[in-house]
């Protein structure tokens, strides 16, 4: 196969690998082994700021033995650096049982999310996107003064062999182009962003979205801004647009429901299982199965399939989001969202692209709907605390719910609350689900990988909105 002549192993090195990686203890054993090419470019005042590529790679170890884990990594792929990383593995997570001799068969994706990217464009066709986006932005309006645009790609190759006897292999490519406008009146200056990509081609920017695009909608964003009144403080009615917003979703609602969390007990879900955890209206999933989007795999990085998986069916707590650690000490199937940033990194439950479905309603139905609220378009950062469910989100682009009309924009708006209990005052589900753009990157101790996020437009009642107006 070509990703084990890429690695230069054997079926029989792998077996040998794993062997030893069971000598001490383990129940279970697997290889990951990585390897990528980046290209990360940077424009800004029109100029080549910064332009890298690299390559790494490596092979991560990890056993399990009951809840104990072992894990070691090498970025040397000799057969004597992968025994040694092995045998570190196997000591950190020994214990008192050793797992029976097994064999490994074949086991590939039989399904392809994404293209395999064209090597053969030149770095100045990657150039080439970054000063189309300079100049659409600074000819979007002559109070933008700086532009900001940056491209970032990769070639991820990944084959993973585990104790169960199964080996998969992928090759998984991610593309971004990002656009950051800075927009002046005066001394009050106003930021916005756009950007987009995911497990696509360069021919995704040249005839889905293009670099124009991305950068008049930045310019937008900005000179918008210039214009903003400070945010209202108090508890309103808000209403999240489609698209981005999904970001309040991800982090106040989704980190909740990965498995790690919910088996250690410190999720503001743990134990509600089956219950009643938001309106009948809202129902949410975690699909990896998309194809193209940033957030999609054909296999998990432990070598499961990603599926489709219902977190929140119709209100009711329905699933969690599954590794193979969690899945054995749950007794539950794995779901495919075991995921790491890379070989240096042991896998943990993440999210893939995680949404929530549409409703029924008209989206300007919800508009009019309030006679006084926030309409929220996009965020920014935010903070979530699993154990509480507490968050705090700051809203980069909002305005003002006048008479069921969006009026005013508003600035410095934060939304303050819980993201269990903010599930249960959505009362208005819109039609209109828009996942974002392919831009979407989550953190989580420590590590981070790509992800996408989606939402229909809903109303949400008596949310406590932080401003200084």
């Not at 800004?44 to 390559?55: C, D, F, H, N, Y």
Request: charged share 25%; glycine share 12%.
């Amino acid at each position: 196969m070509f990703f084990r002549d890429r690695f230069n192993v054997t079926q029989r090195d792998l077996e040998r690998y794993l062997s030893e990686a069971l000598s001490r203890s383990g129940e279970y054993a697997d290889l990951y082994f990585e390897y990528i090419s980046t290209c990360s470019l940077s424009l800004e005042e029109s100029l080549v700021k910064s332009a890298t590529q690299g390559v790494s790679a490596g092979c991560g170890v990890r056993v399990l033995s009951g809840e104990r884990t072992g894990y070691a990594y090498t970025d040397d792929l000799s057969p004597e650096k992968i025994l040694q990383a092995a045998r570190v593995a196997a000591q950190i997570a020994a214990g008192p049982s050793r797992a029976p001799s097994f064999g490994i068969s074949e086991q590939t994706a039989t399904r392809d999310l994404y293209p395999v990217l064209s090597t053969d464009e030149e770095l100045p066709a990657r150039l080439d996107l970054l000063h189309r986006a300079d100049r659409a932005a600074r000819s979007f309006d002559p109070r933008v003064f700086q532009v900001r645009a940056g491209y970032a790609d990769e070639r991820r190759h990944v084959m993973i062999a585990t104790s169960a006897g199964r080996i998969a292999e992928d090759f998984q490519p991610l593309t971004r182009l990002s656009v950051v406008a800075l927009a002046k009146q005066g001394a009050n200056v106003q930021r916005g962003t756009d950007g987009g990509g995911g497990r696509v081609s360069l021919d995704f920017f040249k005839k889905v979205r293009t670099p124009e695009q991305f950068a008049r909608e930045a310019a937008r964003q900005a000179v918008v801004q210039l214009e903003a009144l400070d945010a209202p403080a108090g508890e309103m009615t808000v209403v999240l647009g489609p698209g981005w917003p999904g970001i309040l979703l991800h982090e106040a609602v989704g980190h909740g429901l990965e498995a790690d969390f919910n088996r250690k007990q410190v999720s503001a879900f743990s134990g509600l299982m089956g219950r009643q955890v938001a309106n009948p209206l809202c129902t949410v999933v975690d699909d990896g199965t998309i194809p193209g989007r940033r957030g999609s795999l054909n296999v998990d990085d432990e070598g499961n399939r990603t599926n489709r998986t219902v977190l929140i069916e119709k209100g009711i707590l329905k699933g969690y989001l599954q590794d193979a650690l969690s899945s054995r000490l749950l007794g539950s199937p794995p779901t495919g969202n075991g995921r790491r940033e890379s070989y240096r990194h042991m896998p943990m439950p993440r999210m893939t692209n995680t949404f929530m479905l549409p409703g029924e309603d008209d989206p300007e139905d919800i508009i009019r709907s309030v006679p006084r609220g926030l309409y929220c378009a996009a965020f920014g950062g935010g903070q979530v605390d699993i154990t509480s469910g507490k968050f705090v989100f700051s809203a980069s682009e909002s305005y003002l719910i006048e008479g069921g009309k969006i009026t005013r924009p508003v600035r410095n708006a934060t939304l303050i609350g819980n993201g269990p209990d903010v599930m249960t005052k959505v009362t208005r589900v819109g039609h209109d689900l828009k996942l974002d753009q392919g831009i979407g990157t989550c953190g989580k101790e420590g590590q981070s990988v790509p992800v996408g996020v989606g939402i229909p437009t809903i109303r949400i009642d008596r949310l406590t909105v932080g401003g200084v107006g």
